[in-house]
């Protein structure tokens, strides 16, 4: 791949995808996005991950943040341990019995045990925002987990997952072994289980495509259904694993599919002692059902594909936290002057129209038609001035930003 670019190209434009990957970002989307592994050295990349986590970080998550399950597993030669080898309750006032317990956390892991810390993206501050941009980077939902292994272990033998994911070298050294897929681009309802026996063969009797030792810097892209598997070296071994919630054509399908219960015909009964596991039977009303769907699927409209689709997955990851009760103080003491921005990682459309329509993950929020080039300017990502918006007197324009903070599309001085 060719050498990063300079400040000022891509590297901006898509800041945290830059720091999964090096080289050319169109170059990995048209060749290797969803298609092909790729390894990224320290060098190429912008700078190494300290700034997002650490082992430090690690021990207090364990020790001081009352961490519950599910957002920790422990496991050992790919066998997962109970929850009730290291949880309990925490004392007076924390009676709640599922709570991480740091003693138990520690002898696990001196035996020889993996730490998976989970849903990193909601718990941890720096991951939380870089997941937040990273899924605006990429367009698709992101969740992020950190493996921590002691030395000479492995915590999961070969496997695949259902979802594309970077691993980011935080901590020590790890070897990686990455194998061709034994069933290309899996879903989500399709794990490697189901296929464990061709799993367990192609990891042992073909050759891998990755067979590389991560330091920390380094970064691994393994598309979903590729097989992999890891052990920590010398030392304690820490990476993220950050995986992208792919979306597919299949979930066009299943919208479009959703979509057919809005026709009549398609929601009449079957007959009267109808068996649907008798293939004859079956063969009696499965052309009609057919020929019903044809006509539906050729008559159905992107706009009402897009509805669904965005109630579906623009929630699937959540904007960038938003601290109420500065919130609430940014909205009583809003003025002329005020700068505001939209809020990061949420997902919005203006609709021209009357009313003009922004539509949001979980509603719409209507405005006049004379507000369009203000409402357009302040959801435009950049900072925005009140007092400065077009087309609207000072008057107005507080009480549309007045709105829009209510609303938490906007937020100020970037919260």
Not at 54 to 72: A, K, N, Q
Not at 203 to 210: E, K, L, N, Q, S
Not at 331 to 345: E, F, K, M, Q
Request: net charge negative.
């Amino acid at each position: 791949m060719s050498p990063v670019p300079e400040a000022g190209s891509l590297r901006d434009e898509r800041p945290a995808l830059r720091r999964c990957v090096a080289g050319d970002l169109d170059e990995f989307a048209t060749s290797y996005w969803g298609s092909r592994a790729l390894l990224s050295h320290a060098p190429g990349l912008p700078a190494p991950y300290d700034d997002l986590f650490s082992l430090d970080v690690v021990d207090e998550l364990l020790s001081r943040r009352g961490l519950r399950t599910p957002f920790l597993r422990i496991a050992k030669n790919g066998s997962v341990v109970g929850d009730n080898q290291f949880t309990g309750p925490a004392g007076a006032g924390a009676e709640i019995a599922d709570q991480v317990r740091d003693d138990k956390v520690a002898a696990l892991f001196a035996n020889g045990h993996t730490v998976v810390l989970q849903a990193l993206h909601r718990t941890w501050p720096a991951l939380v925002d870089f997941s937040t941009q990273l899924a605006a980077d990429v367009g698709h939902p992101v969740q992020i987990n950190a493996y921590i292994t002691p030395p000479e272990s492995q915590g999961f033998a070969a496997h695949y997952d259902v979802h594309d994911v970077f691993v980011l070298q935080v901590a020590g050294e790890k070897h990686w072994t990455v194998h061709e897929p034994v069933y290309v681009d899996p879903l989500r309802n399709q794990p490697w289980t189901d296929h464990a026996r061709a799993v367990e063969a192609a990891a042992r009797d073909t050759a891998p495509v990755i067979d590389e030792v991560l330091r920390p810097g380094d970064a691994l892209y393994v598309p979903r259904g590729f097989l992999h598997s890891a052990k920590a070296l010398g030392g304690v071994s820490a990476h993220l694993t950050v995986g992208l919630h792919t979306m597919t054509r299949y979930l066009l399908v299943q919208e479009l599919a959703a979509l057919a219960a809005n026709q009549a015909s398609l929601r009449t009964a079957l007959p009267l002692g109808f068996d649907p596991g008798d293939p004859e039977q079956l063969a009696r009303v499965l052309p009609e059902v057919v020929e019903l769907f044809t006509q539906h699927l050729q008559s159905a409209t992107t706009d009402a594909l897009a509805e669904r689709l965005r109630r579906r997955t623009w929630s699937s990851n959540r904007p960038a936290p938003l601290a109420p009760l500065a919130h609430a103080a940014a909205i009583a003491s809003l003025a002329v002057g005020t700068t505001v921005r939209l809020r990061a990682g949420l997902r919005c459309r203006l609709v021209p129209g009357d009313p003009l329509v922004l539509q949001l993950p979980d509603r719409t929020i209507t405005f006049p038609p004379s507000t369009k080039a203000a409402v357009e300017q302040l959801i435009s990502g950049a900072d925005c001035k009140v007092g400065e918006l077009p087309g609207l007197d000072d008057s107005d324009q507080l009480v549309l930003v007045r709105r829009l903070l209510t609303e938490a599309v906007l937020v100020t001085d970037h919260r």
